[in-house]
């Protein structure tokens, strides 16, 4: 069983840094790729980031360029999201996806993770 678990969301302060690890299991994760979607309250779910667990090669949605970092270690099957200056608007609960049907920017991922909370106050 392909399962995705997620950890290290929580509350912040503005300016503060976070990372998120997700952690995968139930399969080979190397030759696809990993992403991380987020999903505010009354909003669609939003492209954040993506790594190709292979080659490392990253990709990142416009609002978080220069602020949010992924990468991966391949020996564990997880991947990270480094947040750093963190802003009320990043508030959302983050997924961690893998294996895209299609575009990486899309939501339609094979699997994804159960989601963790993160809560930016100002």
């Known amino acids: 069983q392909v399962q995705l678990v997620e950890s290290g969301g929580g509350l912040v302060q503005a300016g503060d840094s976070l990372r998120l690890s997700c952690t995968a299991s139930?399969?080979?994760?190397?030759?696809?790729?990993m992403g991380w979607f987020r999903q505010a309250p009354g909003k669609e779910r939003e492209f954040v980031a993506a790594?190709?667990?292979?080659?490392?090669?990253?990709y990142y949605g416009d609002s978080v360029k220069g602020r949010f970092t992924i990468s991966r270690d391949n020996a564990k099957d997880t991947v990270y999201l480094q947040m750093d200056s963190l802003s009320p608007e990043d508030t959302a609960v983050f997924y961690c996806?893998?294996?895209?049907?299609?575009?990486?920017?899309?939501?339609?991922?094979?699997?994804w993770g159960q989601g963790t909370q993160v809560t930016v106050s100002s």
């Open positions: 790594i190709f667990m292979a080659t490392g090669k990253t």
């Open positions: 996806c893998a294996f895209p049907r299609g575009s990486i920017y899309i939501a339609q991922y094979t699997y």
């Open positions: 139930g399969r080979a994760f190397t030759n696809t790729f």
